[in-house]
Structure formats: structure tokens, C-alpha cells
């Protein structure tokens, strides 16, 4: 096998892993949001997360390893649209964000 051969292997290699990985890490997500939105009482809506962010950190190891940022909707009454986002680097969730409410329903950050 030539280098070019080799060396494009490789590539397709790394880029099928990458897609694997990138799917495990969504669907991990998913279930985090799932399980998020439900114990809160609130309805993850169109049930998916999408990426907003993705790039290399360092873990608690030194270890260099992707962090991925995705962005989904919610609903805290069932008759509105919030966003939020769920933070995962490698795949541990590290952040959920839901936005701040105040007691009578009124957003303090929106």
C-alpha cells in the first residue's frame, strides 16, 4: 500500500470515528435533557439537541478532548418556546442550562 493510501485510510478512519462518537455524545444529550426536563416538570420539545459549539479542551486528566455545546428548545407552561443548552466534554454532561425564573414566572434572564 502506497503512503497515500495509508494516510488516506487514516482519514476515513478518523472521520468514521468522529461521526460514531459525535452520535454516542448527542444521543447522551438527549437522554440528559430528557431526564433534565422531566424531573423539572417542564417538556423538552422536538425531543433533539442540536450543535451549537464544538472544540478541543482539556479534561481533568490533561488530556486533550472534544467539548461539545448543544442548544435545545423547552417549554416551562406547554404554550411557549425557551432555549437552553447542555454542555458536554468528552461525554460527561458538565452544564445544563435552563435560563433563570423567578418565582412568579417572570424571566430574570431571557
Given at each position: 500500500?502506497?503512503?497515500?493510501?495509508?494516510?488516506?485510510?487514516?482519514?476515513?478512519?478518523?472521520?468514521?470515528?468522529?461521526?460514531?462518537?459525535?452520535?454516542?455524545?448527542?444521543?447522551?444529550?438527549?437522554?440528559?435533557?430528557?431526564?433534565?426536563?422531566?424531573s423539572?416538570?417542564?417538556?423538552?420539545?422536538?425531543?433533539?439537541?442540536?450543535?451549537?459549539s464544538?472544540?478541543?479542551?482539556?479534561?481533568?486528566?490533561?488530556?486533550?478532548?472534544?467539548?461539545?455545546?448543544y442548544?435545545?428548545?423547552y417549554?416551562?407552561?406547554?404554550?411557549n418556546?425557551r432555549?437552553?443548552?447542555?454542555?458536554?466534554?468528552?461525554?460527561?454532561?458538565?452544564?445544563?442550562?435552563?435560563?433563570?425564573?423567578?418565582?412568579?414566572?417572570?424571566d430574570?434572564?431571557?
Amino acid at each position: 500500500m502506497t503512503p497515500y493510501g495509508i494516510v488516506g485510510l487514516l482519514l476515513v478512519a478518523g472521520a468514521g470515528w468522529f461521526v460514531w462518537d459525535s452520535l454516542k455524545v448527542r444521543e447522551t444529550a438527549n437522554a440528559a435533557m430528557r431526564a433534565a426536563c422531566a424531573s423539572r416538570g417542564m417538556y423538552f420539545l422536538d425531543d433533539t439537541v442540536a450543535l451549537q459549539s464544538l472544540k478541543p479542551v482539556r479534561n481533568d486528566e490533561g488530556r486533550v478532548v472534544l467539548r461539545r455545546v448543544y442548544g435545545f428548545e423547552y417549554s416551562d407552561t406547554g404554550h411557549n418556546r425557551r432555549r437552553g443548552s447542555i454542555t458536554l466534554v468528552a461525554d460527561a454532561v458538565v452544564a445544563v442550562d435552563v435560563g433563570l425564573r423567578l418565582v412568579g414566572g417572570r424571566d430574570l434572564l431571557q
